[in-house]
């Protein structure tokens, strides 16, 4: 693998951040929150970027994709995340798209995948439920077959962008015990299903999350009875790693801006970005970031090129880890050198920080991550 | 079968019919590493036909241009040759400051005629080089550098005192940066210059570590002299000079880092495994998947700018980033490994300790020093401040 951007990478990432920076970042983002939309996006920009073809980035061809892969997905999660663009981006197209295509029947790729990559619809995973430490294996909730359909019962809950979804990929337990790897099963239950009740959650970035409560639900199951497991980990972490890249952008820029203020900022009759404790500490989160800038490129292509599974996850684990992990620094140390003046809600940096929160803690924090890649590699 | 695997084919028999005996299997005991010179006096005799036999391939420099001795070879197949090399456990050729800096430093600054004296000797391995940088008074603040060079007709008179100087002890010649000009901005005024150490002028006192070893000297120049046509770059240029091998030499400091035992398998041994296969101690397990993730994050860093370099990519002042990065991993490893080892791991010498663990003591203590020489890791921090995100001041 090559850790460079090719030449047609190089333009995708042009037009991708040329296309954040046209729709007035972070701004945008602001103003989503201060009308208190429950969507939490902006349809109209949605459709551009269906246009663009951006929501067919990893799908094949003959489904109407672009044949792409993880390396150029990141991209587009990256610019995203430099301007705080809200869109469904990772949850309908990297993480439900990747299950149906992978999973999908012929009929189930054309209900959904199709819509998904013309922008049409848009589903949204619900693999979660309150207190399960991150570990999609913990589902209590079931599903049942009933006059040869299958019921589900149980509450999802933190289910990224579920609101407003045309549908949701629900994983229920279909044998074993609450917390065995195998018998899970996935299911694709369509908005307005009997039995299915979709709330916002209201969260601390303003985004769409949303609680499920499914009570004898009718879901059409998507895959194999009792081997959703490895399919639904192999989209956690194809979905982990475009999150990766949207916590990159989002340091990248943080960090701009915060090298830009110490170059203006003057005290005691001096730019504050003469004194050497702000030097030093800025000078390692660059070393930061740039390890950052790695671990995206390598675990994207990981993806992309090897079929090992150890070596995926121990890639995947250490890119969120990574970023996980720097984008707190950043965001915190952006506010801090910022002063008084990032602590206001009139300042962006106070927005990246509290998006820096959700990404870090949206499919497992560092010391979980830490735990999964020991375990990948056998200790 | 591809150009490379022919490569590989063609040297992996060459290695299996040449090497000598006595080194295979010897790649990590550091004596079994020709280090060349006039006097080399080695531990395994075969050392030194190991590195004539290298030398004639051109491996000893895999990748630098045949007039000069070395092998002529692309990355790729310098990284092949290596890679055998590893598989049959063998040393290299030949190690030290000739290949990893002043060979460089030659290569980009020196005239063609400096590049006929000197490359062919370091890629022959036939003089053993040291660094004459720091000084007493000039540590982090290098520039500020006292050592004289007064001009005598067509030499250099030097006076002063250098420190640190690594292996001074075994080495033939010095590259050291003395000063030639005393007023104007001190960085104007040094020069870079190529110095025999075979001259009653040049004493060499080695310097005792915490770790019991003397890997460094201090060496006293008392009108030791050097002809002016070993002077590098400009009169009074030696900065630029100086501040590219430095370049060479974060990289190489960086790339000690790599590694070598496996932390899993130490953790194994010492700290034991539950049913489920994980390290008993669960706190040092998470260090020690910490460690091998932040190494691998290194490794990815080194890997694309190494892709970078390759597609055109000037080498700039993010080299800092690799020695900073580079030797505050090298360090933690160390001491997480004495954590592990736990009171197995404070061992001096003699009795009740393995040769592992009596190695490993010395070798966190060595380590300390890996944040200082090369350039501090503050300098390192200061350079990127500076130079890469262009903070004021």
New interface residues.
């Given amino acids: 693998m ?3 951007l090719d030449p047609a990478q190089a333009m995708l990432a042009k037009t991708a951040s040329d296309f954040a920076n046209k729709h007035d970042p972070v701004d945008r983002q602001r103003q989503l929150r201060n009308d208190k939309s429950e969507l939490g996006y902006s349809p109209a920009v949605w459709s551009e970027m269906a246009d663009l073809g951006w929501t067919g980035i990893p799908f094949a061809e003959d489904l109407g994709g672009l044949g792409m892969g993880m390396a150029e997905a990141v991209l587009i999660s990256e610019s995203m995340g430099e301007a705080l663009a809200p869109e469904p981006f990772i949850s309908a197209v990297i993480f439900a798209g990747s299950l149906i295509e992978a999973l999908g029947t012929t009929e189930q790729k054309q209900a959904w995948l199709q819509p998904t990559i013309e922008g049409q619809k848009r589903l949204a995973v619900a693999h979660q439920e309150q207190a399960t430490r991150f570990d999609p294996a913990h589902c209590t909730t079931t599903a049942e077959q009933v006059d040869g359909g299958w019921r589900l019962t149980g509450t999802k809950a933190h289910v990224i962008d579920g609101y407003d979804a045309n549908g949701w990929v629900v994983a229920a337990r279909t044998s074993g015990g609450d917390r065995d790897e195998d018998g899970i099963s996935l299911f694709i239950v369509a908005a307005g299903a009997n039995g299915a009740t979709c709330t916002h959650q209201a969260r601390v970035d303003s985004r769409n999350a949303s609680t499920l409560v499914l009570a004898g639900a009718p879901g059409e199951l998507l895959g194999g009875v009792d081997g959703g497991g490895p399919a639904l980990s192999e989209a956690i972490d194809r979905a982990t790693v475009a999150l990766c890249g949207e916590m990159l952008g989002m340091v990248r820029e943080a960090f701009e801006r915060t ?1 830009e203020y ?2 203006t900022r003057e005290q005691f009759g ?2 504050i ?2 004194f ?1 404790a ?3 500490r ?3 989160m ?2 930061e970031i ?2 950052c ?3 995206v ?2 675990a994207a292509r990981t993806l992309d090129e090897d079929g090992d599974v150890s070596n995926r996850i ?2 995947v ?2 890119a969120k ?2 970023c996980s992990d720097t984008v707190i620094l950043v965001t915190n140390e952006a506010l801090q050198m910022h002063g008084g003046v990032g602590m206001t809600d009139e300042y962006d940096i106070g927005l990246f920080m509290k998006r820096a929160r959700v990404c870090e803690l949206t499919f497992g924090d560092a ?1 979980y991550q ?2 999964r ?3 990948a ?3 | 079968m591809s150009d490379l695997e022919t490569f590989r084919s063609e040297t992996r028999s060459w290695l299996e019919a040449n090497a000598p005996d006595a080194l295979r299997g010897k790649r990590n005991d550091p004596e079994a590493v020709p280090w060349g010179g006039r006097n080399p006096n080695y531990k395994y005799p075969e050392c030194a036909d190991w590195l004539d036999l290298m030398a004639a391939k051109g491996f000893t420099a895999p990748t630098w241009p045949t007039e000069y001795g070395g092998g002529g070879l692309s990355r790729e197949e310098a990284s092949v040759l290596d890679q055998e090399l590893m598989d049959l456990e063998l040393p290299p050729g030949l190690t030290g400051f000739g290949l990893s800096m002043i060979g460089p430093t030659l290569l980009q600054y020196g005239t063609d005629q400096q590049k006929q004296e000197h490359l062919p000797n370091i890629t022959g391995g036939k003089i053993r080089w040291c660094q004459g940088y720091s000084e007493p008074n000039a540590g982090s603040d290098l520039a500020s550098l006292a050592s004289a060079a007064v001009r005598d007709g067509d030499e250099f008179v030097i006076n002063g005192q250098k420190i640190w100087t690594s292996g001074a002890d075994h080495a033939d010649c010095i590259f050291m940066l003395t000063r030639t000009e005393t007023s104007g901005k001190k960085q104007a005024g040094i020069t870079f210059i190529l110095v025999d150490m075979d001259q009653d002028g040049v004493e060499v006192r080695p310097i005792l570590l915490v770790s019991g070893a003397s890997p460094f000297c201090e060496t006293f120049f008392r009108n030791a002299r050097a002809k002016v046509s070993n002077v590098i770059g400009e009169i009074n240029g030696g900065w630029t000079v100086a501040k590219a091998l430095l370049t060479f030499e974060r990289n190489m400091i960086g790339g000690m880092a790599a590694a070598r035992t496996s932390l ?1 398998d130490l ?2 041994e010492y700290l034991g ?1 539950n049913d489920d ?3 008993a101690d669960p706190i040092l ?2 260090e ?3 460690m ?2 932040d190494a ?3 490794g ?2 080194v ?2 700018n190494a ?2 370099v390759k ?1 055109g990519k000037q080498p700039g002042p ?1 080299s800092s ?1 690799f020695k ?2 580079g030797t505050e991993l090298n360090m933690r490893r160390e001491q997480l490994m004495l954590s592990i080892r736990e009171q197995q791991g404070l061992g001096w010498e003699g009795d009740g300790y393995s040769t592992d663990e009596l190695v490993q003591t010395r070798a966190w203590l060595r380590s300390r020093g890996n944040s200082i020489e090369g350039g501090t890791s ?1 300098v ?3 350079i ?3 130079r ?6």
């Fill in positions: 090559k850790l460079i090298i110490l170059k001096a730019k970005g003469t050497q702000l030097q030093h800025a000078a390692e660059f070393v740039e390890l800038k790695s671990v490129m390598g121990a890639q684990a250490n880890a990574r010391s830490r735990n890649f020991a375990k590699q056998g200790f | 899993p953790g194994a495994r296969g994980s390290l397990r998470d020690i998947a910490q091998e993730m691998l994050s290194f990815l860093t890997q694309r892709d970078a597609s993010e980033m900073y990065y503050e390192q921090l200061n990127i401040s500076k890469v995100l262009g903070l004021p001041g």
